[in-house]
């Protein structure tokens, strides 16, 4: 009997998730501007930890390491971290099926533009063209004393802190740490997008980042349908979003692009 009333609670779970699954489909295929933003959630299946939650970065690693203010007095110690955690570690993972999926609905004309917190360059990687990274990326380093920019590959990071070979200015990863501020273009281009939005797809964000949390609550004052992909509610679901899909971002995410694109 207990067994027969869980089983059936199952059944009428997935029956309701694949009807919230069909009503997100249509909102999509009814949007004619469609705005992804994305977390660090979006990842995990990619083998990246997340910050927050028992599995995440900071149980292990002190937040305050990544302080521009700690950063500037010690750039060696911090230069030791950025390496493991970010180059040898975030460096290595490929896109997942949630990545494969933006990509395939951007392809098909029913996503617009990516607004991604994440510095992994797996939105690209699986083919998104229109991605605006709102804390930087991993891909380069930039020099704290001077303008120039290098690609990370030509940097050798044998030996810490790297320095940059036109003024021997300590160089930094080119994304956004605690105390940074927003680089201003990409600030202003996701305004944009959030205000252009008809339907904002939210994936796999907590939400508590400033400024970055913001945009969604933007797309929603300007009259987007927020559509929500996480495996727990975040500080968004209660408050904006109107249809929410609970589970991994893959699993949601590949049959949700085959029900736009396919009309399954
Ligand atoms: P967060 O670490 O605060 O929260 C992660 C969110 O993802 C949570 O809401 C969690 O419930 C959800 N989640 C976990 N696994 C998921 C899955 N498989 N599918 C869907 N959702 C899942 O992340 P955040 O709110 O994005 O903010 C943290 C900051 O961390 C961002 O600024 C981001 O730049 C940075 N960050 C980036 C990376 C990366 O580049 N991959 C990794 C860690 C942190």
Known sequence: MKV??????????????????????????NSRHTVVFTGAGISVESGISPFRGPDGLWSKYDPGLF???YFRENPETCWKLIKEIFFDF??????NAAHHAIADLEKNGCVHAVITQNIDNLHQEA??????EYHGAIRNLCCTACPE?????DISLAVLPPVCPACGGILK??????????PEEVNRLSGQEAKDAEVMLVVGTTGQVMPASRIPYVAKEFGATVIEVNVAESDYTPR?????LRGKAGEILAPLARAVIEGE
């Open 4 to 29: 027969d009333r869980y089983f059936s609670a199952g059944l009428t779970g997935l029956k309701i998730m694949r009807e919230n699954i069909l009503k997100a489909a249509q909102a999509l295929k």
């Open 67 to 69: 302080h521009r203010g």
């Open 90 to 95: 975030i460096g290595k993972a490929e896109p």
């Open 127 to 132: 083919g998104s063209a229109h991605v605006l």
């Open 149 to 153: 920019r290098y690609p990370r590959q």
């Open 173 to 182: 990863p080119d994304f956004v740490f605690f105390g940074d501020p927003i």
């Open 240 to 244: 904006i979003t109107d249809i929410f």
